[in-house]
């Protein structure tokens, strides 16, 4: 290894799926920048959430732990006070925490605040402006965001309608929703801006000197309502009715945010960091664009939803573009990250396992299956292997409260092999297969809540006794912003 201690730059777009990414098989040129850096990276074919929201998913891609490890099992607005004690309870150390530990400056271009602020030297997403700049900002920039997320989510509002049975309930509920997702609009536009974010990373790597740093950016714009200029979109002649205008405008954000990362990306050539920083890009989740009959949102255990993209990016370290096809999960990037920059660490710390074995050929998988569970609108878990993917729902019988339904049934089955789109249910053909993956899920999850009773129980340590992870108005200002964002 020619340097022990990289830069690291972690790059989480949101609710980007890895199919809309060229170097994962889109055509149309649509990631130019990422694809470029992939063909000198290592890139993994089938990597995987934890969780398809991004409270427990992030928690995982930060800790190397499964939710039911680290605690937190719900996102937003259905955060419980008892999940956050039990992540202090299991002892959970975030990536920054272990990073700062071993003398890197951390800093986070993020507003999720709360649990992940932990460890960072430096947390927010604001920008300084001054004179002319501010004046412009406010007179001219923030009004044209601010129209483009409100016409932005009129076309959303638009197909969900339709989803809702006409009862009075839901009629009332939905003017609740409106009401409360434009009035946020405003503050949304400036937290989830591409521009903003990649702004703000060029002025934290410019100001490095000669410490290591562990940089975090978390780019919304693939999110709901999927804002991008105009240029970035597809042609408006092409464009027909609210369903086509969303996709498109989802296709445009991820070429958006592919251009500011080509902006960064310059940012660090420029200040000769480029060699020895490692870069990771990666998403929380993916997001489904009407397929399953969910309509612009990220529930549901589908492909389109679990299916992450994932590229490691280091000159200095891995010379040469590797496609990897076995299967790995968002918990493996803490325990790689720790063996590149020499940080040890006992193997139970974590749920996942160091990705470097795979990446030097030393083995041809790290795992057989991948687990990813859901909480917030459907209640349900998958297993994926190679060859099949299974879907249980564990309460309610799979109802969705989004769609007001039950999308296939309470167990689903699928061949992805010969049906990788997962349009056939065959769980009557195949019982014993469905059988068996049911019961492995059984054992998975028994595990998993064994493990963390155990060390919840072996420490004392309580949430009031740390103010620093939970305050009251923060995490109130917190569930707004995601009731808002479309967690309605």
């Not at 299967?327 to 040890?344: E, F, G, M, S």
């Amino acid at each position: 290894m020619k340097d022990s201690k990289p830069n690291i730059i972690l790059i989480v777009i949101d609710a980007l799926r890895a199919r809309n990414l060229g170097c994962y098989g889109m055509d149309g040129n649509p990631s130019p920048n990422i694809d470029r850096i992939a063909k000198q990276s290592v890139l993994f074919e089938n990597a995987y959430a934890c969780w398809n929201t991004t409270d427990q998913s992030l928690t995982s891609i930060l800790s190397g732990k499964y939710p039911r490890s680290h605690g937190i099992m719900n996102h937003g607005d259905k955060v419980k006070l008892a999940e956050i004690d039990s992540l202090q309870k299991t002892n959970t150390k975030l990536l920054a925490q272990i990073l700062r530990q071993s003398g890197y400056e951390t800093m986070a271009v993020d507003w999720m605040g709360r649990w992940f602020k932990q460890g960072f030297d430096y947390y927010g997403y604001e920008i300084e402006r001054h004179g002319r700049e501010n004046l412009s900002y406010y007179a001219v920039e923030l009004p044209k965001l601010y129209t483009k997320y409100m016409i932005g989510h009129l076309p959303i509002l638009k197909c969900y309608t339709p989803m809702r049975k006409p009862t009075f309930h839901n009629i009332i509920k939905g003017i609740k929703d409106v009401l409360s997702t434009f009035a946020f609009t405003f503050n949304l536009a400036k937290l989830q801006d591409a521009s903003f974010v990649t702004r703000i990373a060029d002025e934290l790597i410019k100001q490095q000197n000669e410490e290591p740093f562990f940089l975090f950016l978390h780019y919304w714009n693939t999110h709901t309502p999927y804002n991008c200029p105009q240029n970035f979109m597809d042609n408006k002649k092409d464009i027909s009715g609210s369903k086509s205008l969303l996709t498109s405008k989802y296709h445009g954000a991820v070429k958006y945010v592919d251009f500011q990362l080509g902006k960064m990306f310059d940012v660090l050539k420029k200040n000769k960091l480029w060699e020895n920083t490692l870069l990771i890009i990666t998403s929380d989740h993916g997001d489904s664009l009407t397929e399953h009959d969910i309509f612009f949102d990220h529930h549901g255990l589908y492909e389109e939803t679990t299916h992450v993209p994932l590229i490691l990016h280091y000159p200095n370290f891995f010379t040469e573009e590797k496609r990897i096809i076995s299967l790995v999960q968002h918990i493996d990037l803490v325990p790689t990250i720790c063996d590149l920059v020499n940080v040890k660490y006992l193997k139970e710390e974590f749920d996942g396992q160091s990705l470097l074995p795979l990446i030097h050929d030393k083995i041809d998988k790290i795992r057989d299956h991948v687990f990813i569970e859901e909480s917030y609108v459907q209640k349900k878990s998958a297993l994926r292997t190679k060859k099949y993917k299974y879907i249980t729902a564990y309460e309610n019988d799979g109802w969705c409260n989004y769609c007001q339904k039950v999308h296939v049934g309470k167990e689903e089955l699928y061949d992805l092999e010969n049906d990788p789109c997962e349009n056939s249910d065959i769980t009557q053909e195949e019982k014993s297969i469905a059988k068996q993956m049911n019961n492995q899920i059984l054992k998975i999850i028994k595990h998993l809540d064994k493990n963390r009773e155990d060390k919840m129980s072996k420490n004392e340590l309580s949430i009031k006794d740390d103010n620093q992870i939970y305050d009251p108005q923060e995490e109130e200002i917190i569930r707004k912003r995601f009731k808002n964002l479309g967690y309605l």
